[in-house]
């Protein structure tokens, strides 16, 4: 399984899991919710997602730091401020909450169950191995920014 580990962009990640909702929607209309149905609510949750996405990518820029997730070990800064005070990482936080627009806007409960697939995957594959080089690179200082600030919110 170490063999996923930092492989596989999340943005890639987000397209194959949005594609599977799609095909989910269609494969199994019985799952339809009607009584949630709001494209609004839809586009609100995917509009933040992406805004809590780019105060990340800003706050990695900003801090001259590499925002490309599969080589975390060439972080040359610990983004500690902004979106960073609240969650340690929003980008991720930004695709689930993508997703989840995603689905409320597919209006299926199977395609919206799919989106929190990307919560354990995300997790094991990418949060961790990159906690673990982050804890190697800075140390102390990273590891009480762990206890202060949670990984998702």
Known sequence: MNALELTIPPPLV???????MWLLTFTFPAFTMYSVSSVAGAVIISVIGVSVGMAG???????????????????????????YRFTRNPMYLGVLLVLIGWGLFLNNLLALICAFIFIPYISRFQ?????????????????????????WI
Not at 69 to 81: F, G, H, N, W
Not at 129 to 135: G, K
């Open 14 to 20: 987000m397209l194959v899991l949005g594609l599977l």
């Open 57 to 83: 990518i800003i706050a990695f820029r900003r801090a001259r730091t590499t925002s490309d997730p599969r080589k975390p070990a060439d972080a040359s800064a610990l983004v500690t401020s902004g979106i």
């Open 127 to 151: 949060i961790q191995p990159e906690e673990r080089l982050l804890e190697g690179k800075f140390g102390p200082i990273f590891i009480s920014y762990k206890a202060k600030v949670r990984r």
